[in-house]
């Protein structure tokens, strides 16, 4: 999509979350973030034998990888005028 298709400014304070910590605050349910510390539990395991396994530290190996393998391209027209306040 292009920017002129962006409905709501709103949307770029979510991406801009996710450019700046690696998540929507909120976006996921308890059980979804359980979950998913679930997923990484072997990995953290590996990868961090000396930290404590709790769900603080699952979810935070957890956005570390995320953040690590998230790429994100944001592309806007320099000719749109909502352009130098964005």
Known sequence: ????????????EYMNSILATGEVAGLF???ERDGM????????????PGQDENLLNLYGYFLDRLRDNL????CF???NAKFPIR
């Not at 999509?1 to 709501?8: C, G, H, L, P």
């Not at 790429?71 to 944001?74: A, D, G, L, T």
């Open 37 to 48: 510390c679930a997923e990484v539990r072997n990995d953290f395991v590996k990868d961090r």
């Open 29 to 31: 349910q308890k059980d």
């Open 77 to 79: 027209s320099p000719v």
């Open 1 to 12: 999509f292009t920017d002129a298709e962006i409905k709501s400014e709103g949307f770029l």
């Open 71 to 74: 790429h994100i391209v944001f």
